[in-house]
């Protein structure tokens, strides 16, 4: 679905879970990646957490990005300050690119992941039938400038 706002294309839609986070991006993700590392879950408070990467100019939040949360050396994290949704990962090794929780989306069933990130640490009682690539670590390498 593309929405045309004053020139500027529309890509993706989403919002937090209580609604009051909402934002846009005006291009295709430049990956999207599956974490299995203990952070992750922890933040998503899922099994697993998958992000969109996108160029960080490409994307608006309204009213903001959330509340801040930087716990790890050169990694921050938002969430909704309302409700808690995990929003946001920024990565210091990763400059230019926001992370989006996929499952804030409101298009995530079009964004199948493209890798597994530290797969290593994946739980053992879950089993992902797909064949994308499995990295046992961050996948920087991969996933910096994965833009098309
Ligand atoms: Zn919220
Ligand atoms: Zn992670």
């Given at each position: 679905m593309t929405i045309k706002t004053?020139?500027?294309?529309i890509i993706l839609t989403g919002r937090c879970y209580c609604g009051v986070t909402t934002f846009t991006t005006t291009q295709e993700p430049q990956t999207i990646a599956y974490c299995h590392c203990d952070s992750c879950r922890r933040a998503t408070g899922g099994p697993v957490a998958a992000f969109a990467a996108l160029n960080e100019k490409a994307v608006t939040f309204t009213p903001n990005e959330g509340r801040k949360v930087a716990i790890n050396p050169g990694v921050t994290r938002t969430f909704c300050a309302d409700c808690g949704?995990?929003?946001?990962?920024?990565?210091d090794y990763l400059?230019?690119?926001?992370y989006i929780?996929?499952?804030?989306?409101d298009q995530a069933n079009d964004l199948a992941p493209k890798i597994h990130c530290h797969d290593s640490?994946?739980?053992?009682?879950?089993?992902i039938e797909d064949d994308i690539e499995r990295v046992t670590a961050t996948a920087r390498s991969?996933?910096?400038?994965a833009s098309k």
């Open positions: 004053e020139n500027t294309a949704s995990s929003l946001t990962g920024r990565y400059p230019g690119q926001v929780s996929v499952g804030v989306i640490e994946r739980y053992s009682w879950l089993h991969k996933i910096s400038h």
